[in-house]
Structures are given as structure tokens and as C-alpha cells.
């Protein structure tokens, strides 16, 4: 039995949190070639071929598309990739990250 004044050490949970998620969403342009968005999904976003496919068919019909959904820094960095390879390309190709 604990006399009245001790105290009780309260085990304090420590709550795992999940990183944040944000969408890398493709922007559609009239220049960038449907070839170079395939490319891109397939080589930075690691699609397959049938999926890439599909992706570039929503953002070319759809004006947008969502590449992948990954945590801040990850989805920052893609969206530079991305960047880079079309500037190097020509292509004024444009990502970005929206809260998923």
C-alpha cells in the first residue's frame, strides 16, 4: 500500500505518428509530348509501362493527374526531378504537391 502523498509515475504512450502524405499531381500543357510524360512517370515515379500509360491519358483528358502520394520530402523531391528533366527536355512539363 503507497501512502497518500507519493505520487504515481503515469506511463506516457508515446503516439507513433504517420509522416504526412502529400499527392505529386502532373499539370497538362499543350507542348510536352504524351512520349516524354510516359517517360517520366515509368523513370521517377517507377510505373510500369500500362500504368503510366494510364496516368498520362487522365492528365492529358483530365488536365491533371496524380503521379504518386508519398511523404513531404519525397513528393518535394520528384516534383524537382520532374522539374529538372523537362527544363533539360525542352518541355514546360509542371508537377506539383498537394496535402493528400
Known amino acids: 500500500m ?5 505520487k504515481v ?3 506516457v ?3 507513433k505518428q504517420e509522416p504526412e502524405l502529400y499527392k505529386v499531381v502532373l499539370l497538362n500543357d499543350d507542348y510536352t509530348t504524351m ?7 515509368e523513370s521517377v515515379f517507377e510505373k510500369s509501362p500500362a500504368e503510366a500509360f494510364q496516368i498520362m491519358m487522365h492528365v492529358h483528358t483530365n488536365g491533371r ?3 504518386g502520394v508519398y511523404p513531404w520530402e519525397v513528393a518535394e523531391t520528384k516534383v524537382e526531378t520532374v522539374s529538372g528533366l523537362a527544363r533539360e527536355a525542352g518541355f514546360p512539363l509542371k508537377a ?5
Do not use: H, M, N
Open 2 to 6: 503507497s501512502a497518500p502523498d507519493e
Open 65 to 67: 493527374g496524380i503521379a
Open 13 to 15: 504512450r508515446v503516439k
Open 35 to 41: 512520349e516524354f510524360v510516359v517517360t517520366v512517370l
Open 9 to 11: 509515475q503515469e506511463r
Open 96 to 100: 506539383i504537391t498537394e496535402p493528400a
